[in-house]
């Protein structure tokens, strides 16, 4: 249900015939959507059955901001769903209790559709439009609490709003901090990287696209029903974002199907995800000096100590860029690797709320509120909240697609009670494949 049509604009945004829907979802203070999805996951997952008695509320209630509360606006890394990414801190009581939440997924994330193409094209997908997507639809989400009368420009938010950007996102928030330097309170990078890929990742990404499109060829030419993703792409990104350590299976999972079905199974292949995802690696360039010094927000980077992506920790060299930043706070965790919000979860969170001033928070909220918030959205939604929550419940579309003991294992627990399982023919199940079915899909990762 919460999704927002951006306006066409061509002079930020590309698009095809098709506008850019983008989906996002919010939790108040008073209303915590992840919060609530997190402890009343098997009732959501019931709700989804064709078996249980939960059925989805008719309503279409949505959450509405709540303007005593200051925003904190997500923005996921590359590749991965805003859910998936940030599910601690979606569902920390403490942020949950002090703040707006904002969730949104940019083009080609979660369940926000790839990026339209137009062809041939004169501009690719790059940083600024990245950025530009945001802010529109910032504009969009807050235009209800605006003035009526109020002027075409930025956009205030009278207790503050603050970004807080996994890895490349990291330099999409200083761009739109640089472009509504009055609008934002704070950034918060965690996960960051160089505003310049380094040779060595340049190349490696040379070398997962070649791979990438011998896979597209030979499933497109032979039609095999055993399609798989290359193991070294899998093993490349797991050892980036984890280094020594292992990602959790959900969350591998999901990220192997979702490269699966947009890089390898779609039709047009690389060329309908290069602006989801290569180009910006290859094309994105520093910001110029006068947008850096526009920077005048606080600034925060959180990064770990070791497994790198590269030769030496860069949280200092990011914070550095930004000379008229008006606080500014490195943070490196110790003994973690890169993706904090998922390895380090709860050391991210402590670092955000001190940076923001919040002590831990238990206050009550009303369940009953956030549980009719969280029945009013599509199925499609609630799904994608118990595959982030309850991955457990929905063993056939998250789990380790090479582990059938494991399988077997999750799904003979889901079956011990039917309020806590999906139908075994529920449409969901398959919806990872898009058109195709679920028997079509066999996606490696070790």
Request: proline residues 7%; negative net charge; charged residues 25%.
């Amino acid at each position: 249900m919460p999704f927002l049509t951006l306006p066409s604009d061509d002079s930020q945004l590309r698009y095809a015939d098709d506008p850019i829907v983008l989906h996002y979802l919010v939790s108040t203070p008073e209303c915590r959507t992840f919060a609530a999805a997190q402890t009343h996951a098997s009732k959501l997952a019931a709700s989804l059955s064709s078996s249980s008695n939960l059925a989805a509320s008719d309503s279409k209630r949505e959450v509405k901001l709540d303007a005593r509360y200051p925003i904190v606006l997500f923005l996921p890394s590359e590749c991965f769903s805003v859910a998936h990414l940030f599910a601690d801190q979606l569902s920390d009581s403490t942020l949950s209790a002090h703040f707006n939440l904002v969730a949104v997924d940019p083009r080609g994330h979660g369940l926000t559709r790839e990026v339209p193409i137009r062809d041939p094209s004169t501009r690719k997908y790059d940083l600024d439009i990245k950025a530009a997507d945001v802010l529109a639809f910032i504009r969009l989400l807050l235009s209800p609490y605006q003035p009526a009368n109020g002027k075409e420009g930025e956009i205030r938010w009278a207790k503050g709003i603050h970004i807080l950007a996994c890895s490349m996102s990291g330099l999409v928030a200083a761009r739109m901090a640089a472009q509504w330097p009055d609008t934002f309170t704070s950034i918060m990078i965690t996960s960051p990287i160089l505003e310049l890929e380094s040779p060595f990742m340049v190349e490696s990404f040379q070398g997962i696209k070649e791979l990438l499109t011998e896979s597209w060829h030979q499933q497109h030419s032979q039609r095999s029903n055993d399609v798989r993703l290359p193991g070294e792409v899998v093993q490349g990104f797991t050892f980036r974002w984890a280094g020594s350590e292992t990602i959790p299976a959900h969350i591998a999972s999901y990220l192997s199907r979702t490269w699966l079905e947009r890089l390898v199974l779609h039709h047009q292949g690389l060329e309908a995800a290069r602006d989801w995802w290569f180009d910006l690696y290859w094309l994105r360039k520093p910001m110029p000096e006068s947008a850096r010094c526009a920077v005048r927000c606080d600034l925060l980077v959180v990064e770990g100590d070791r497994d790198l992506p590269y030769d030496r920790n860069v949280a200092d060299d990011i914070a550095a860029l930004f000379p008229n930043a008006r606080l500014v706070h490195v943070h490196k965790v110790p003994r973690a690797p890169f993706l904090l919000s998922v390895k380090r979860p709860s050391q991210l969170t402590d670092a955000l709320c001190s940076f923001l001033g919040v002590q831990p928070d238990t206050s009550a909220y009303s369940e009953d509120a956030s549980m009719d918030a969280l029945m009013a959205l599509e199925e499609d939604e609630r799904f994608e909240l118990v595959k982030v929550y309850a991955p457990q419940l929905v063993p056939d579309s998250d789990s380790d697609a090479d582990s059938d003991d494991d399988q077997d294992e999750e799904q003979a627990e889901s079956d011990t009670d039917p309020e806590e399982a999906f139908d075994s023919h529920h449409p969901l199940r398959t919806k990872r494949a898009g058109p195709l079915h679920a028997d079509r899909v066999h996606a490696q990762h070790t």
